[in-house]
């Protein structure tokens, strides 16, 4: 099957800096594909690039196995949703869903049509006369998705769409979202600096720092097993060990990593590993207590079951974990 998006040795450079470099991705048709990563690490370039937006400075980029380069954006069949939603607030929204329909030529039944079917599908059926700004923040989220999806483009581009809302919309759109990508089959390009939301609703993550992808894999790849120091320490939280520690703990040398809820409370016994040290901090999160260890100048966390009876602050605390829990790194980078 030809891949929706393949990028092959893509580089963006603006000046002296190589916003994007040397980059080589596939995603496929269908996919629900994240790009995640610090600011300025490359992927709102990427997602530029596959937009038609910006030009490779070299490289090359195929959507649907047709040469992009030089395309510009209204030729290809990609939409992008913004985090700013960028409606128009003198129309109404279902002349704001019609609108790449009627500047396509498209006749004033027939997108109207459209539009009403594609408000339907993102759940605002009956809305089509209101204005933006009466509409809420989820709501003008779902007519910005509308007005990309009334185009029927074979790729939808999403901008840190959900950027704007509160934590607990956020959390519904993000399911929202992925429930409308499986029903559409359509591919989805998704970027974000939030860890969480890659996680969620990915199904393949690509990592990117300094202009590259880093790691590239499923959510549970990418979180289980990190290639990187980055990558273990950016995505989720994670305790990184030096070789030192790590050769002490496993008689390997080597940078390792260790989830905060894979440690658990008291000493080491059978397959375990130990740590002791000093207990430095503890917050309630409800669920859990995540307690801050310091251990041989480091400080380590780990999340425990809320009603754990521990030492009081300054005293010592044992912990242990599993060896499976314990990964080693690809790399000291």
């Known amino acids: 099957m030809t891949p929706a998006v393949t990028f092959r040795a893509v580089s963006r450079h603006f000046g002296q800096v190589k916003a994007v470099d040397q980059v080589n991705l596939e995603i496929a048709e269908g996919e629900f594909f994240a790009m995640l990563g610090p600011s300025g690490s490359g992927k709102t370039t990427c997602l530029r690039l596959i937009a038609g937006f910006e030009q490779p400075t070299s490289g090359e980029i195929a959507i649907f196995g047709e040469n992009a380069n030089g395309v510009p954006p209204w030729k290809r069949n990609v939409n992008t949703v913004f985090q700013d939603y960028a409606l128009f607030p003198h129309m109404s929204i279902l002349d704001n869903v019609a609108y790449g329909l009627m500047v396509k030529g498209v006749d004033k039944a027939a997108r109207l049509k459209a539009a009403e079917e594609a408000l339907a599908m993102v759940a605002l059926p009956g809305y089509g006369e209101r204005k933006a700004g009466q509409l809420s923040g989820g709501q003008r989220q779902r007519v910005a998705l509308a007005r990309a999806l009334v185009n029927k483009p074979k790729v939808l581009l999403l901008d840190e769409p959900l950027g704007a809302l509160d934590l607990k919309l ?47 894999g499923t959510p549970e790849d990418i979180y289980q097993r990190p290639a990187s120091k980055f990558v273990a320490d950016f995505v989720g939280s994670s305790n990184i060990l030096p070789p030192d520690f790590t050769q002490r703990l496993t008689g390997t040398r080597a940078w390792s990593s260790v989830r905060p809820e894979t440690i658990n409370l008291g000493a080491a016994s059978g ?23 310091d251990v041989e100048g480091m400080r380590l966390h780990a999340n425990l079951p809320a009603a754990a009876t521990l030492p009081a602050e300054g005293e010592t605390i044992a912990l242990n974990f599993s060896r499976a829990a314990l990964h080693t790194l690809g790399d000291a980078a």
């Open 170 to 216: 956020r959390e519904q759109m993000q399911e929202e979202l992925k429930t409308l990508q499986k029903a559409l089959g359509i591919t989805f390009v998704f970027v974000t600096h939030d860890q969480g939301e890659a996680l969620s609703m990915a199904d393949r993550v690509a990592v990117f720092n300094n202009g590259g992808i880093v790691q590239a």
């Open 271 to 293: 397959d375990t590993l130990g740590i002791s040290g000093t207990l430095a901090a503890r917050s309630f999160l409800g669920s859990v207590t995540r307690v801050g260890v």
